[in-house]
Every structure is written in structure tokens, then in C-alpha cells.
């Protein structure tokens, strides 16, 4: 059995990393990993007993992650439909890409697709893991993940420094 304290050991600092790479925002991550923690800490004498209570907080907060990103997305929608919010001109690709643009363009994918690589990269889990996680089969999980990947190498943000020469 896994002691609570150790369980936010283990998967605090990965399980931000996937959140904030969902909700792009480092804070609101941080508050979804912590409201996660919670629920788990309330529910400590159920969720104790689960073979791996792990990829239980880690489904809290991967819901909680998508139901903040679609809320947002959303919230954009709407402003920008009654003209509150001026629209934003696209990034320039050739600019320079950071690890904000790249999951930027992660969450521009499919929910599935972003919510693979977010953990697969961001929590930095294995397939098995990450099937826990989602509740699907570690095959689907690498068909995610290989249909993510086709798509951030299509990705036109992306496509200069994927396909970049080494020197």
C-alpha cells in the first residue's frame, strides 16, 4: 500500500507537467494537480485499496484538464463572436519555436492525441502506465501516439524544425 504523502511524491511534478501541457497555463495546472490530490485524499480509504491509485489521481486530473481547456476554448469562442476580444494575428513560424509552441500545437490536437502526449512527454510515462491512466488498451494508446506524432510532423508551426537538417 502506498502512502498518500508518497503518491504526491511520485506523481506531483509529472502529473503538472501533463496538466499544464493540456490547460497551457503553469498555475491553473497546478491548482487542477492540487484539487486532484484532494479528491484522493477524501476518498484515501478507496483509492488506497486500487491496484495502482496513481493513474486514479492521474484520471482526476486529465478530466479536470480537458473539461478547463474546453471551458476556455469556449470562453474564446464566445468573446470573440461579440467582438469583447480582438483577434490575434498567427504567430510567425519562422519566429523561433519554445516549448510553449510546441504544446501549443499539442493542444490544438485531438483531445486523445494531446491527452497521449501530454502524459507520455510531460509526465514522462510508459504505455502501460498511460493506458491505466486513460482506461484504454496500451495498443490504442501507441496508435495515439503514433497518430499524434504524423500529425505535429504535418504541423505547419512545426514542419521547419522537425524537418531541419542536423549541422
Avoid at 96 to 110: F, K, M, S, T, Y
Amino acid at each position: 500500500m502506498v502512502e498518500f504523502a508518497e503518491l504526491v511524491e511520485i506523481e506531483s511534478r509529472g502529473l503538472a507537467a501533463a496538466v499544464t501541457a493540456i490547460v497551457g497555463d503553469r498555475h491553473r495546472a497546478e491548482e487542477i494537480v492540487q484539487e486532484a490530490f484532494e479528491r484522493c485524499y477524501r476518498r484515501w480509504w478507496r483509492v488506497s485499496r486500487l491496484d495502482r491509485p496513481g493513474a486514479w489521481v492521474r484520471r482526476v486530473a486529465i478530466n479536470e484538464a480537458i473539461s478547463v481547456s474546453r471551458r476556455h476554448a469556449t470562453e474564446l469562442r464566445v468573446m470573440q463572436r461579440v467582438g469583447t476580444m480582438p483577434d490575434r494575428a498567427p504567430a510567425d513560424p519562422l519566429a523561433g519555436l519554445d516549448d510553449e509552441g510546441v504544446w501549443a500545437a499539442v493542444r490544438a490536437l485531438p483531445r486523445d492525441q494531446a491527452v497521449v502526449i501530454a502524459l507520455r512527454y510531460g509526465a514522462d510515462l510508459g504505455i502501460d502506465d498511460i493506458a491505466a491512466t486513460t482506461g484504454a488498451t496500451p495498443a490504442a494508446v501507441k496508435s495515439l501516439l503514433h497518430r499524434a506524432r504524423a500529425a505535429l510532423r504535418r504541423d505547419p508551426a512545426l514542419v521547419p524544425y522537425v524537418n531541419a537538417e542536423e549541422p
